[in-house]
T-cell receptor, first 112, second 110 residues
Framework: DSGVTQTPKHLITATGQRVTLRCSPRSGDLSVYWYQQSLDQGLQFLIQYYNGEERAKGNILERFSAQQFPDLHSELNLSSLELGDSALYFC???????????FGPGTRLTVL | EDQVTQSPEALRLQEGESSSLNCSYTVSGLRGLFWYRQDPGKGPEFLFTLYSAGEEKEKERLKATLTKKESFLHITAPKPEDSATYLCAVQARGTYKYIFGTGTRLKVLA
């Protein structure tokens, strides 16, 4: 157990809908990262926050947004969902932006 | 463009048959290189961080090494429980982004 928690574990929804994924980092970690992992692709970096501020952006679609709250938990919002958004979404945390990351168990999103 | 390439894509070993996995990287100044293990359907598990050429880290049957252009993950006398996907990631200086390779799927047969 890495100490990073993600909810929900599974999410099934329809195209065009909007969902919110939640992540609580390890105690003491200030950085939070979001990744997407599809069957045909590796881990794709989406976005990183440090102590509430956005620090780096990867291949995150405009339909996706994220934020980190004052208590350091983070949410990833996915809207206008498409079939291709079906994937495992991982959250990771680290003490600072330059440390190794500790991953949560992931949220499996299925868009029907 | 910063890039990470892992080889081979897949590897089957007999129990006890040692081998190495490769991670080649192209970055404009390396801040750190990270190795992770991922079991199916689970989040990656951190193994090692390497910062400079010549550095080595060991943990049980695993040893990671780093040169200026690549890293190797050596697996000595592997066991079936070492079967997993091994991921390599790099972070370049001047950026907070992490770039992951597509991984090596390792299967160790009893």
């Amino acid at each position: 157990d890495s100490g990073v928690t993600q909810t929900p574990k599974h999410l099934i929804t329809a195209t065009g809908q909007r969902v919110t994924l939640r992540c609580s980092p390890r105690s003491g970690d200030l950085s939070v990262y979001w990744y997407q992992q599809s069957l045909d692709q590796g881990l794709q970096f989406l976005i990183q926050y440090y102590n509430g501020e956005e620090r780096a952006k990867g291949n995150i679609l405009e339909r996706f947004s994220a934020q980190q709250f004052p208590d350091l938990h983070s949410e990833l919002n996915l809207s206008s969902l498409e079939l291709g958004d079906s994937a495992l979404y991982f959250c990771a945390s680290s003490p600072s932006p330059n440390n190794e990351q500790f991953f949560g168990p992931g949220t499996r999103l299925t868009v029907l | 463009e910063d890039q990470v390439t892992q080889s081979p894509e897949a590897l089957r070993l007999q129990e006890g048959e040692s081998s190495s996995l490769n991670c080649s990287y192209t970055v404009s100044g390396l801040r750190g290189l990270f190795w992770y293990r991922q079991d199916p359907g689970k989040g990656p598990e951190f193994l090692f961080t390497l910062y400079s050429a010549g550095e080595e880290k060991e943990k049980e049957r695993l040893k990671a090494t780093l040169t200026k252009k690549e890293s190797f993950l050596h697996i000595t006398a592997p066991k079936p429980e070492d079967s997993a996907t091994y991921l390599c990631a790099v972070q370049a200086r001047g950026t907070y982004k992490y770039i992951f390779g597509t991984g090596t799927r390792l299967k160790v047969l009893a």
